[in-house]
C-alpha cells in the first residue's frame, strides 16, 4: 500500500512538471507564457507575480488587476481568455488582439496609458515566430 502511495505521488509530481498549470501547453500556451514574460509575471516582485494574474487580466467591472487564489487558476484563467479572443476575433491580426488586450481601439493601434501595442505585439511574434500582422486564425487555427 505504501508502495502504491509513492508511486501515486511520482506520477502526480511528474504530471504537474510536465502538463501542470504552471506550464501552459500547446501554441496556446505559447502565448499565454509569453504574455507572462511581457507582462514580468516571473520576476516574484511583480504585480502579476503577487495577484497569481500571469495575464494581469483585469475585471471588466472595476478595471482592477483580478487576484487568483492561486498560479494554476491565474493560468487557466489566462487560457481561457486567449482561447476565447481566437474563437470571437479569428481575423484580427496579433497587433489587432494585443491592442484589444490592453483596451485600446483595433482599428487605430496606438501607445496609451495601459502599454504600447505595437511593442507587445512585436514582443509576442517574435516568441510565437509568427508576424504580428499574421491572423489569429492563421496562428492557432480556425
Same mark, same amino acid.
Do not use: C, H
Given at each position: 500500500?505504501?508502495?502504491?502511495?509513492?508511486?501515486?505521488?511520482?506520477?502526480?509530481?511528474?504530471?504537474?512538471?510536465?502538463?501542470?498549470?504552471?506550464?501552459?501547453?500547446?501554441?496556446?500556451?505559447?502565448?499565454?507564457?509569453?504574455?507572462?514574460?511581457?507582462?514580468?509575471?516571473?520576476?516574484?516582485?511583480?504585480?502579476?507575480?503577487?495577484?497569481?494574474?500571469?495575464?494581469?487580466?483585469?475585471?471588466?467591472?472595476?478595471?482592477?488587476?483580478?487576484?487568483?487564489?492561486?498560479?494554476?487558476?491565474?493560468?487557466?484563467?489566462? +487560457?481561457?481568455?486567449?482561447?476565447?479572443?481566437?474563437?470571437?476575433?479569428?481575423? $484580427?491580426?496579433?497587433?489587432?488582439?494585443?491592442?484589444?488586450?490592453?483596451?485600446?481601439?483595433?482599428?487605430?493601434?496606438?501607445?496609451?496609458?495601459?502599454?504600447?501595442?505595437?511593442? $507587445?505585439?512585436?514582443?509576442?511574434? +517574435?516568441?510565437?515566430?509568427?508576424?504580428?500582422?499574421?491572423?489569429?486564425?492563421?496562428?492557432?487555427?480556425?
Amino acid at each position: 500500500m505504501t508502495l502504491l502511495i509513492v508511486l501515486v505521488g511520482i506520477a502526480a509530481l511528474w504530471w504537474v512538471v510536465t502538463k501542470g498549470a504552471q506550464s501552459p501547453m500547446g501554441r496556446i500556451g505559447e502565448w499565454a507564457k509569453a504574455i507572462a514574460e511581457f507582462e514580468d509575471f516571473y520576476n516574484p516582485g511583480s504585480v502579476a507575480r503577487q495577484n497569481n494574474n500571469p495575464g494581469n487580466l483585469k475585471d471588466p467591472a472595476t478595471n482592477e488587476f483580478r487576484v487568483f487564489a492561486n498560479v494554476e487558476a491565474g493560468w487557466l484563467a489566462l +487560457q481561457q481568455d486567449l482561447r476565447a479572443k481566437v474563437g470571437k476575433y479569428p481575423d $484580427y491580426t496579433l497587433l489587432q488582439i494585443m491592442t484589444r488586450y490592453l483596451g485600446g481601439n483595433v482599428a487605430a493601434p496606438a501607445v496609451t496609458g495601459e502599454g504600447n501595442p505595437f511593442t $507587445y505585439a512585436k514582443f509576442i511574434a +517574435q516568441k510565437l515566430g509568427v508576424s504580428m500582422e499574421q491572423t489569429l486564425a492563421s496562428i492557432f487555427g480556425g
